[in-house]
């Protein structure tokens, strides 16, 4: 069993740049596949950013030079940096650990990006 909580959400003005971050309970985190979702409001639940085991990571085309995913499996914790945010990015965002057929979410922060 794994837990994530997420933190770092916020209200940001157009332009502005947050961070997020998920930790995890457990000493296997460096096993499993991490990954950001969001979910706009109306809108179906989307995959933002992954990082693999071996650090790849990919990128939604929405967010590609805008946010970067990173892990530190000393801290058992993956981040999310946000640049550049724009009106559309708001969202809650969940983030989600999988390895093989377990899957885990957390339980998701809000971004809201207005001016």
């Known amino acids: 069993q794994v837990q994530l909580v997420e933190s770092g959400g916020g209200l940001v003005q157009p332009g502005g740049s947050l961070r997020l971050s998920c930790a995890a309970s457990g000493s296997t985190f460096s096993t499993y596949v991490m990954s950001w979702y969001r979910q706009a409001p109306g809108k179906q639940r989307e995959l933002v950013a992954g990082?693999?085991?071996?650090?790849?990571?990919d990128f939604a085309d929405s967010v590609k030079g805008r946010f970067t995913i990173a892990r530190d499996n000393a801290k058992n914790t993956v981040y999310l940096q946000m640049n550049s945010l724009k009106p559309e990015d708001t969202a809650v965002y969940y983030c989600h650990a999988k390895r093989n057929f377990y899957t885990y979410w957390g339980q998701g922060t809000q971004v809201t990006v207005s001016s």
């Open positions: 990082i693999s085991v071996s650090g790849s990571t």
